[in-house]
T-cell receptor
Framework: ETGVTQTPRHLVMGMTNKKSLKCEQH?????MYWYKQSAKKPLELMFV???????ENNSVPSRFSPECPNSSHLFLHLHTLQPEDSALYLC?????????????FGPGTRLTVL | TQLLEQSPQFLSIQEGENLTVYCNSS?????LQWYRQEPGEGPVLLVT?????EVKKLKRLTFQFGDARKDSSLHITAAQPGDTGLYLC?????????????FGAGTRLAVHP
């Protein structure tokens, strides 16, 4: 238990569906991250939020839409996804954004797009 | 583009054996982190090294950061089945005002009783 929870843990969706992934951190951190982990690529950073403000969008397609209503919650809204978007989506948080601030990861949401 | 190459990709050994995993890059990093990820879970941080030449020990695990801060190694002594998992290295550095981690593809370790 790292203090970062993600729901749902598993999600199967069709290409025309709209769904959302949720992440919550109970660590009092100020920065939150979305990562994608697929079978054939290293873990890839998608988005970074610091004090609720988006500070990084790593060239992510617009079919992925993040939302950070407060420092404890992070959402990833999904629509019109492609089968190649199937992957493990990991959320992480850190106290700050210094290179000495450890990122704590949640367990991930395993997404399958049919 | 910063890249981290990990080797080997897969490692299958017997309990009690020693092993070393390598993480190499042509880029300099401010920090180097090692994570272990078990099936169905997110990566869990094992160690962070920040000084060139630094060596850290965590029980049977020894981590080393290269003098030039471009490479790192993880050595496990007398491996146990509980060490089984995916080992990830990640190079850190400030980019765009935050600590951007670049991950290697990982080494999948299986330790058999």
């Amino acid at each position: 238990e790292t203090g970062v929870t993600q729901t749902p843990r598993h999600l199967v969706m069709g290409m025309t569906n709209k769904k959302s992934l949720k992440c919550e951190q109970h660590l009092g951190h100020n920065a939150m991250y979305w990562y994608k982990q697929s079978a054939k690529k290293p873990l890839e950073l998608m988005f970074v939020y610091n004090f609720k403000e988006q500070t990084e969008n790593n060239s992510v397609p617009s079919r992925f839409s993040p939302e950070c209503p407060n420092s404890s919650h992070l959402f990833l809204h999904l629509h019109t996804l492609q089968p190649e978007d199937s992957a493990l989506y990991l959320c992480a948080s850190s106290l700050g954004t210094s290179y000495t601030d450890t990122q704590y990861f949640g367990p991930g949401t395993r997404l399958t797009v049919l | 583009t910063q890249l981290l190459e990990q080797s080997p990709q897969f490692l299958s050994i017997q309990e009690g054996e020693n092993l070393t995993v390598y993480c190499n890059s042509s880029s300099v990093f401010s920090s180097l982190q090692w994570y272990r990820q078990e099936p169905g879970e997110g990566p869990v941080l094992l160690v962070t090294v920040v000084t060139g030449g630094e060596v850290k020990k965590l029980k049977r695990l020894t981590f080393q950061f290269g003098d030039a801060r471009k490479d790192s190694s993880l050595h496990i002594t007398a491996a146990q089945p509980g060490d089984t998992g995916l080992y990830l290295c990640a190079g850190g550095g400030i980019s765009g005002g935050y600590n951007k981690l670049i991950f290697g593809a990982g080494t999948r370790l299986a330790v058999h009783p």
